[in-house]
């Protein structure tokens, strides 16, 4: 296609995985994306990388005397332990547990990443899923992030892998050393993990927020009916359509729970099309559960208020409440 930015080849991989017109439309937005920072033409524009939206939020911060509070916050993650409990999941998947990384931005850390490292390197779990925003910004060039990317990888300790998805300020470009440092992107893609005899469906599907390259028919086409499902999407505006799916659980992020919240943590921004108590933390729509990540790191201005980083830790139960 004109203005293609990727090879042929990576091309012709990549469409067969995504699907031709998904991939089609995502570079077309990209293109039109990165020609609106540079002049070039008109595209889509995030609120949170406006250059005046970051500097009015930064002297804010300034002038309250707060700036500096908010970027020691930006490094005081919380690991977050979660019980989901699943009537129909095989004996054989209880306890299954899975570790959730969400816009990690890994090149906006104010340490360089290492305190995120050292706080996942000791942590243990079956699967690690990362559900997208890999990189700070949502444009230029993304190898301060591949870098920061394989240094993380390399501290995750999942029996099973790591699984992830694209999010909106991500490119297609970024997939080959994602997937060379050891994440299996999924890009309307499913795949089935055994486990003690038993199978667990991961569904992943394209950015839905921004570029809308979502296919969840194509993510779920491998999935026997039987299996239990996990879908990872990177924001939670597909929960009416998941349901349609029997998704059985949720995994998503975007919304960063506010970033900057009031006491209490309501959020003053969610950037996130759906009920507002699916932006941050565990939710349930119909039999559906579903968990919003408040994110591990920042987007736009590295600071944080009553909203702190997160790694989640979720496990997989069958007996329980069913909450």
Not at 191 to 210: C, M, R, T, W
Request: charged share 20%.
């Amino acid at each position: 296609m004109k203005n293609n930015p990727l090879s042929h080849s990576l091309y012709a991989s990549l469409a067969r995985r995504m699907g031709e017109k998904a991939i089609s439309q995502r570079l077309r937005m990209q293109v039109e994306l990165s020609a609106s920072w540079f002049g070039k033409g008109y595209g889509y524009v995030h609120l949170e990388n406006l250059d005046s939206f970051i500097r009015f939020v930064d002297l804010t911060l300034r002038l309250s005397g707060m700036r500096e509070r908010g970027k020691r916050n930006s490094l005081d993650f919380k690991i977050e332990k979660n019980k989901f409990f699943i009537p129909h999941l095989p004996q054989r998947l209880d306890g299954f547990r899975i570790l959730h990384l969400s816009d990690i931005h890994v090149d906006g850390f104010i340490d360089g990443g290492k305190t995120l490292f050292d706080m996942v390197a000791p942590l243990s779990c079956d699967l690690c899923v990362l559900t997208g925003d890999f990189r700070l910004l949502t444009h230029d060039n993304h190898k301060q992030s591949s870098i920061g990317m394989s240094r993380l990888v390399s501290q995750i300790n999942a029996k099973y892998g790591i699984f992830g998805i694209l999010g909106n300020h991500d490119f297609l470009e970024q997939i080959p050393t994602l997937e060379e440092s050891g994440v299996r992107i999924l890009l309307n893609e499913g795949q089935s993990i055994k486990h003690n005899g038993a199978e667990l469906y991961i569904a992943g599907v394209d950015d839905p927020h921004f570029y809308g390259t979502h296919d969840l028919g194509r993510a779920y086409r491998a999935r026997l009916r039987e299996m239990t499902s996990i879908l990872l999407a990177h924001s939670p505006e597909l929960y009416s359509e998941a349901t349609g799916y029997n998704t059985d659980l949720y995994l998503c992020g975007h919304t960063h729970g506010g970033q900057i919240c009031l006491p209490g943590g309501t959020p003053l921004i969610t950037h996130a099309n759906c009920p507002r108590y699916m932006t941050a933390g565990k939710w349930k729509h119909m039999n559906m559960h579903g968990y919003t990540s408040r994110g591990t790191g920042c987007s736009g201005v590295q600071a944080r208020f009553n909203c702190p980083p997160e790694i989640s830790i979720h496990t997989l139960r069958k007996v329980g409440d069913g909450s």
